[in-house]
């Protein structure tokens, strides 16, 4: 009776659809079990506040009959259970494991596998899946944290590259980690100037173990070339030149070496695209045709000269034109810089074609490239293109010289007279001076022309040269005792005074002629000067011995011009000039 009444006073039961509570009298569920009896008693004597104690042995038997039911009930779900998962490689090696021969051990394990060899590889092909598995686990997880952040479509923009760029630029995702959007776009930042920088050194050594490589052959190069230089003997000063050259050239020039190893069409082609717009610049060969530029750039050939380097010397003889197209060269005569050069320049084509020395010398200002013609090369062009060589004589007045000249030559030496002249009294010598031909007339008056032969108008070819402003032309005629022959050389003051030629009226004064001579109305060129206020050309009248005292033809001095014109500065200079007088 006392585990009768323990079991009364015990916690409530969850007991099965059936089975009689024995703490409260009734029963649960509708049907009818063994103890119906004993269940309906106790549900009409719900009111005692006891059991009875007759039945209790009955009770006891109950209850312990529900138990076992529910234990036999809960074996039978657990081997349903066990089926399920009865073939699976895990519980196979679970059951392998959990034997209960635990004295078997590896031998127990082995044996296992000897017998068992496809449950071995079925165990086996699971690995892969469970790589794939945690590394799909890594991604649902960055999803879940993206859906749980719930963000807008900036924000969506965001993760995409900030995950896209972790991805790209480390190992995987996962090395550093972001756990909002402001720490995902500083993220972002780091690894694009991570990326960036990484990319500029790389880039950079690379070209640094470039320009290695190619300083160490030229330096192998300019090894070979100091060890020549010691063995000849060579001048310091001219050692000095020749190493500044090849430094400038190996860091100037182009290497054009591939060149060798092309076709030689191919390689007349190349060199036709290098070189023809560089000779359609040069004012030489304005308005060719392309087939003349293009034949002349096919043989074209190029250097580089290194600043101080002297290109041609006085006196060589030149078998090539030169023309620059880079840089500045100057031209030197005694020591004298004449002038430089510029661009689309040529230089040498009279040495070329009259195969005379050079009169002048031409040295590199800077960096300087050139581009050589042949002559021979440049002269069968000239005769293949015919329509093209006229417009080069056209184009330079020089060249148009020097063929005249040629065909002069010829002509002198099949007995044509130097002095025979028009119908105007024009000579060849006039002709000469009148177009600058330094060269002609020096060739005519070797050959005994008359240098003071006047035309009809009493012009010598002196003249001719003063007013078309060929110095070189009249230092040669000057030289061969030319004079300017019995002209009005009034008028000639005259008119380059009222005409404000400054250069004109002193060339005509280097030359001997009268500053006091007088015009047609008798006026003489500084009273011009005092009418019109020309004050620099009156100061070289005065300075070549003008008398400012001279009166015209109407009594009138050059101050009293001055005067009456208004011309304050004139009357200034005239002013100083009669205190002068006076106090001498």
Not at 90 to 115: D, K, P
Not at 133 to 162: H, P
Not at 194 to 206: A, D, E, M, P, Q
């Amino acid at each position: 009776m006392a585990g009768v009444r323990h079991r009364w006073n015990s916690d409530p039961v969850n007991l099965p659809s059936g089975s009689v509570d024995v703490r409260s009298g009734g029963r649960q569920g509708h049907g009818r079990d063994r103890c119906g009896t004993v269940g309906g008693t106790l549900g009409r004597g719900g009111g005692s506040s006891a059991p009875n104690p007759t039945h209790g042995q009955d009770f006891q038997l109950d209850i312990d009959r529900i138990e076992e039911e529910e234990e036999h009930r809960g074996i039978r779900r657990n081997l349903r259970n066990t089926e399920n998962t009865n073939n699976t490689p895990a519980s196979w090696w679970m059951r392998a494991a959990n034997s209960r021969n635990h004295q078997i051990g590896l031998l127990s394990i082995l044996r296992t596998i000897i017998c068992n060899p496809r449950k071995v590889f079925e165990t086996l092909a699971l690995i892969p899946w469970c790589y794939y598995t945690v590394q799909l686990w890594k991604y649902l997880e960055l999803f879940k944290v993206v859906r749980a952040l719930r963000f807008g479509v900036v924000e969506n923009y965001i993760t995409s590259f900030y995950f896209a760029t972790v991805t790209l630029s480390t190992v995987g995702y996962g090395d550093i980690h972001a756990t909002n959007v402001r720490e995902m776009v500083v993220v972002v930042g780091i690894i694009i100037c991570s990326v960036i920088v990484w990319t500029y050194f790389g880039v950079n050594l690379t070209n640094l173990f470039m320009r290695k490589s190619r300083a160490q052959i030229v330096r192998q190069k300019m090894d070979i070339m100091e060890k020549q230089l010691r063995d000849s003997n060579i001048r310091e000063a001219l050692a000095n030149e020749i190493r500044g050259h090849m430094v400038m050239k190996y860091k100037e020039e182009y290497d054009y070496s591939f060149l060798e190893d092309v076709p030689t069409f191919i390689r007349t082609r190349i060199k036709q695209e290098l070189y023809e717009t560089i000779i359609r610049r040069v004012s030489l060969f304005r308005g060719c045709s392309p087939p003349f530029t293009s034949y002349l750039a096919s043989e074209a050939r190029e250097d580089f000269y290194a600043p101080g380097y002297t290109l041609l010397e006085r006196g060589s003889n030149v078998n090539q034109i030169h023309i620059l197209f880079s840089g500045r060269l100057e031209q030197l005569q005694g020591g004298v810089v004449l002038g430089n050069l510029s661009p689309t320049t040529t230089f040498g084509l009279k040495s070329v074609l009259l195969n005379d020395p050079l009169h002048s010398t031409f040295r590199a200002c800077e960096g300087s490239k050139i581009l050589r013609l042949g002559k021979q090369y440049f002269m069968e062009a000239l005769e293949t293109f015919v329509q093209d060589a006229d417009r080069v004589i056209t184009n330079w007045t020089d060249v148009n010289h020097v063929l005249k000249l040629t065909k002069l030559k010829a002509l002198v030496e099949s007995g044509v007279d130097v002095d025979c002249a028009d119908y105007s009294g024009i000579s060849p010598l006039h002709v000469a001076a009148t177009k600058g031909c330094t060269q002609i007339t020096d060739f005519l008056i070797k050959k005994r022309a008359l240098v003071n032969v006047a035309d009809v108008n009493g012009i010598t070819p002196l003249l001719k040269a003063i007013k078309n402003g060929h110095d070189g032309v009249a230092k040669v005629l000057a030289e061969a005792k030319a004079t300017l022959g019995n002209v009005d050389h009034g008028e000639y003051l005259c008119k380059a005074v009222s005409e404000s030629d400054l250069p004109l009226l002193k060339r005509l004064l280097a030359y001997k002629m009268n500053p006091n001579s007088i015009n047609v109305s008798g006026q003489t060129a500084l009273h011009i000067a005092a009418a019109n206020g020309r004050d620099a050309e009156a100061r070289v009248l005065l300075e070549a011995n003008a008398d400012h005292t001279m009166e015209d033809s109407m009594g009138n001095r050059p101050l009293d011009v001055a005067n009456r014109k208004k011309q304050w500065k004139m009357i200034e200079i005239l002013n100083a000039l009669e205190d002068d007088g006076q106090a001498s």
